[in-house]
């Protein structure tokens, strides 16, 4: 199932989890949990747009719970530090984490040996927020649009490079499905993280880059980069006159950075619901949603088995193109 198709059903499934918010509707176990704070694993440092996420509802979350959320930062190897963390957690509903695409899709493919399985040793409890990213070329590239890029880059042969915020990341796998889906050659460039690689293709060192829009701001309005498009499904609402890569001649391409609540496997059933009902309901606060608008990102929410569907789908989805590419990471 693609999220984005089924986009229409999460209204119906926001207002079913809603529901279940009320404590009288839930079974014996979900109604006594929390009795001691909460522990979320972020595995991203503090300040990071994960770290935003959770602590914005934690106020709700303690309000609901009658217990405070406790963050701790897990940073490192890609994510997966963090998530084993939460893997390996007693599975009673105190150790929840914020897992993103690399350490949940990506990582079992890019991994000779994960220390966990994300699909066996972790539950999907919510979407939380999603984010597509934009594409930037110089700003005097000859293109103006990515028909053009697309074009210029098939008329350079093996010429082209691009730039990435690192291996393995959002940034280079969406670069690899516009490649493939599109059928230019460019070279792979990695940086570590969104100013080098951003640096990069203002100084014409490689020529293109796709990453999230507010890592780019400074630069496109110093009138050194211009961006072609962006990698959702619908024009993004901040920017409605970027066309989408769908819009240049590529039905169908949707490429997000995602991200969500999960707990260690072997958890409660109804405590996963109890959950997943308070978070949707943290979410749908003004001051939550105006918070994640300023930080680009576009509201989740919908029920656990939703969340698993979009899982799945992506993990068949970008499976394909990590192992078309030959990326590794050990």
């Known amino acids: ?55 914005s509802m934690g106020e709700t979350l303690k309000a609901r719970w009658g217990q405070p959320l406790v963050v701790e930062n897990k940073p490192g190897a890609g994510g997966t530090i963090g998530m084993d963390a939460v893997a390996k957690a007693a599975p009673d509903g105190y150790t929840l984490g914020i897992g993103f695409n690399g350490p949940i899709a990506f990582g079992p493919f890019m991994f000779k040996k994960m220390p966990y399985d994300p699909a066996k040793d972790l539950l999907p409890i919510i979407l939380t927020t999603s984010q597509p990213n934009v594409m930037a070329v110089p700003a005097n590239h000859p293109a103006n649009n990515l028909r053009e890029f697309v074009a210029w880059a098939k008329s ?46 203002a100084q014409g060192e490689t020529q293109a880059l796709m990453t999230v829009e507010p890592a780019l701001l400074a630069l496109v309005q110093g009138g050194r980069l211009k961006l072609l498009t962006v990698t959702s499904p619908q024009r993004l609402a901040a920017r409605p006159d970027l066309p989408t890569v769908a819009e240049a001649g590529f039905p169908g391409f949707d490429a997000l950075a995602w991200n969500g609540l999960f707990a260690p496997a072997g958890t409660s059933a109804d405590i996963v619901k109890r959950i997943n009902a308070d978070v949707n309901a943290a979410m749908a606060e003004p001051a939550f949603k105006q918070n994640m608008a300023k930080q680009g990102l576009i509201l989740g929410g919908g029920s656990p088995e939703l969340f698993k569907s979009f899982i799945d789908s992506e993990s068949r989805k970008w499976g394909g193109i990590i192992t078309k590419a030959g990326i590794k990471l050990d």
């Open 1 to 55: 199932m693609n999220f984005h198709a089924s986009k229409r059903q999460l209204s119906k499934v926001l207002m079913a989890a809603l529901s279940l918010s009320a404590l009288g509707a839930l079974p014996v176990a979900a109604q006594s949990w929390p009795d001691k704070p909460v522990r979320v694993v972020v595995p991203a440092p503090a300040g990071s747009s994960l770290d935003v996420i959770v602590r």
């Open 156 to 201: 350079q042969g093996n010429k082209v490079s691009y730039a990435s915020v690192g291996l393995g990341s959002s940034s280079h796998l969406s670069m690899e499905l516009l490649k493939s889906t599109a059928g230019f050659e460019a070279t792979h460039v990695p940086f570590n993280g969104s100013p080098p690689a951003a640096l990069s293709v």
